[in-house]
């Protein structure tokens, strides 16, 4: 059965019907696209806050069931502002090595700082002075400092040690070993504050 159409005035060959067909085929599938497409795209979205709305679920469940660790989380993080301090507070580290060198029968030759650094620990800055602090002593007693000095109640670190004999021969025979230590004391910068 051959279409006629009014302005073309003659019967549509096969090649032109199919041609039809596949024009109205692709309008009706442009026309389902532009219905539907919104509503897929809102479907998506649904999902995507239905997702985030669970995730927010579990994590208020986390911390509801456990909130016993909040309050452990508040003492650890108490317990680190006074570990890493929030100033220099060099003067009472000085202090305490003089106090660590009368315990341990040391002598203290000299205590040098340098300039302030900064460095990224757990993406937290924080500032730490470099000192160089050469003692003199017995061998043990340069052990017992070093003890006390691994032992502070504030957060440094020992970069290194270096241990020579004595040069001077007045005082080998009362302080046969001369210690240089390396170490790094830190502390928070001023513009950190934490509440506790």
């Known amino acids: 059965m051959k279409v006629q159409w ?3 005035n003659r019967p549509l060959t096969k090649r032109e019907h199919k041609l039809v067909i596949a024009f109205t085929i692709c309008l009706i599938f442009y ?4 219905i ?15 997702q985030e709305v669970t995730n927010s679920k579990v994590t208020y469940r986390r911390l509801y069931e456990n909130h016993n660790n909040y309050k452990a989380a508040v003492v650890r993080s108490s317990d680190i502002i006074k570990k ?16 660590w060198a009368d315990e341990q029968g040391v ?22 002075i470099p000192f160089e602090i050469i003692i003199k002593g017995s061998y043990d007693s ?17 970069e290194g040690l270096k241990l020579n004999a004595s040069t001077d021969s007045s005082v080998k ?24």
């Open 36 to 50: 539907f497409y919104p509503k897929v795209i809102g479907l998506s979205n649904l999902r995507k806050q239905l």
């Open 107 to 128: 002598t203290i030759i000299s205590i040098y700082s340098q300039s302030i650094m900064t460095e990224n620990i757990a993406e937290t800055t924080v500032n730490f």
């Open 84 to 99: 890493v301090p929030n100033n220099k507070d060099v003067s009472g580290f000085l202090i305490d090595i003089e106090k």
């Open 6 to 8: 009014s302005i073309l």
């Open 31 to 34: 026309g389902l696209y532009f």
């Open 173 to 196: 025979l009362q302080f046969p070993w001369e210690l240089t230590v390396k170490v790094n004391l830190y502390y928070l910068p001023s513009q950190i504050k934490y509440e506790h």
């Open 142 to 158: 340069l052990l017992g400092f070093i003890g006390q000095m691994e032992n502070y109640s504030r957060i440094l670190k020992i």
